[in-house]
């Protein structure tokens, strides 16, 4: 089994940064995908960034410029840092772990980070 712990969410205003953070543990082999989602209130989830062990990312097109995706495979987390954040920024994100490629999401899942975008 997989666990992941979220921290880092919470309130900004426009053109603000946060740094969303997502610690790893259990059955855990740094080969696999690890990625952020998000889901708006009454939006299907949506792949925000993602990056493989090896450092490669890849990025939804309305936050590429402002998000930069990073791990540590040592210690198993994975971090995303958001900048210039705007109101159609908010939404719920979730850590992602487990995929095999970076074209979808793997079996684990967060319990989710509130991050709301206003002034």
């Known amino acids: 089994q997989v666990q992941l712990v979220e921290s880092g969410g919470g309130l900004v205003q426009p053109g603000g940064s946060l740094r969303l953070s997502c610690a790893a543990s259990g059955s855990i082999f740094s080969i696999y995908v690890m990625g952020w989602y998000r889901q708006a209130p009454g939006m299907q989830r949506e792949l925000v960034a993602a990056?493989?062990?090896?450092?490669?990312?890849v990025y939804a097109d309305s936050v590429k410029g402002r998000f930069t995706i990073s791990r540590d495979n040592g210690k198993n987390t994975v971090i995303l840092h958001s900048h210039n954040l705007k109101p159609e920024d908010t939404a719920v994100y979730y850590c992602n772990f487990g995929g095999v490629g970076l074209g979808a999401p793997g079996p684990y899942w967060g319990q989710g980070t509130q991050v709301t975008v206003s002034s």
């Open positions: 990056i493989t062990s090896g450092g490669s990312t």
